[in-house]
């Protein structure tokens, strides 16, 4: 059985940091396309930074969240800085193996950004 189990989320300051984690279990990992996703209340769910198999790389919200990945922890992080009250969201990590299509999802942790 496939799970995806987030942690690190929780509220903080605006101009503070959070580092999230996926770590995964029941699916070779290392061949598995990463990402995070995020859901504020009242909007879609949206692509926040993805990951290849077997690199790190920076994420997409204007340079302040860097996306990595451990394959020998088969994990996933996700470090955020200079967070705004807009992050505020449900942070997900979620898994695509692209040649299967197959897609898996965490159960979400709670980013709040608030002073």
């Known amino acids: 059985q496939v799970h995806l189990v987030e942690s690190g989320g929780g509220l903080v300051q605006p101009g503070g940091s959070l580092r999230l984690s996926c770590t995964a279990s029941?699916?070779?990992?290392?061949?598995?396309?990463m990402s995070w996703y995020r859901q504020a209340p009242g909007k879609q769910r949206e692509l926040v930074a993805p990951i290849t198999k077997s690199s790190s790389g920076a994420g997409s919200v204007q340079g302040r969240f860097i996306i990595s990945r451990d394959n020998a922890k088969k994990t996933v992080y996700l470090q955020m800085n200079n967070l705004r009250p807009e992050d505020t969201a449900v942070y997900y990590c979620h898994a695509e193996r692209a040649a299967s299509g197959v897609q898996h999802w965490g159960q979400g942790t709670q980013v709040t950004v608030s002073s």
């Open positions: 029941g699916i070779i990992f290392s061949i598995y396309r």
